[in-house]
């Protein structure tokens, strides 16, 4: 192949769906695809803050075993995760009776605090891993946030039912396709846009509850545009 490759490592669907067509657009130079780790990797079974580098090599030796492509052909990994209000204080986790989390500017209400808190504990600890590896198998890697969720940051509402996430998904894909300046627009949105460089912006979304708010830095990948 003569173009370079842009590997996003996504949790779901949702995320290639919103985003495929657009970033194809925007990195018209490029060829960009996407490896679904079919869930959260900061929050699955055995995954912990010394061993994380190399479930995500082993999901890009997947990609790569599956697509049939060599490990020279990735320019650089793109890793997108969500930060469910992993950085917050314990005090902000509150007990409700509803079968999931639900999530808050000033509080994250679940039906199991204690596991809740638990979690928090190991993915805040993954991601300040992730947050600050630069490489994967020789490879250059950054992690980037949309907190809480995908669809908080696109859509404005962190609590979206899971059964319309798809259907959300598609709507806007369709409604930035061939209009890729102004998805940047939105991308760089003066009020969830967190100024700074990488490590600044990190270090922004580990303060107070900023992980339970709108904020994101996925804008930084396309500083350079």
Not at 42 to 50: A, E, L, W
Not at 191 to 198: N, Q, R, T
């Amino acid at each position: 192949m003569t173009r370079k490759l842009i590997l996003f490592l996504v949790e779901g669907i949702t995320e290639e769906i919103s985003f495929g067509l657009i970033f194809s657009e925007i990195f018209e130079d490029k060829e960009i695809e996407f490896q679904i780790a079919r869930g959260d990797i900061t929050t699955r079974n055995g995954v912990n803050s010394r061993n994380v580098i190399e479930v995500i090599n082993e999901e890009v030796l997947s990609f790569l075993d599956k697509e049939h492509y060599n490990k020279g052909d990735i320019l650089e990994i793109i890793h997108l995760l969500d930060t469910d209000g992993a950085y917050i204080s314990e005090d902000l986790i509150e007990k409700h009776d509803k079968g999931k989390n639900y999530y808050y500017i000033d509080k994250l209400c679940t039906r199991h605090p204690e596991n809740t808190k638990k979690r928090n504990d190991k993915k805040s600890g993954i991601m300040d891993r992730l947050s600050s590896h630069s490489k994967i198998n020789g490879i250059p890697y950054n992690a980037y946030y949309l907190s809480c969720n995908l669809e908080h940051v696109l859509h404005n509402d962190a609590n979206i039912d899971d059964n319309l996430k798809v259907e959300k998904a598609e709507e806007f894909s369709d409604s930035y396709f061939e209009r890729e300046l102004e998805f940047l627009d939105f991308i760089r949105t003066d009020s969830f846009a967190v100024e700074g460089e990488y490590e600044e912006t990190w270090e922004f979304i580990k303060q107070g509850n900023n992980s339970l708010n709108r904020y994101s830095n996925l804008h930084l990948v396309f500083e350079d545009l």
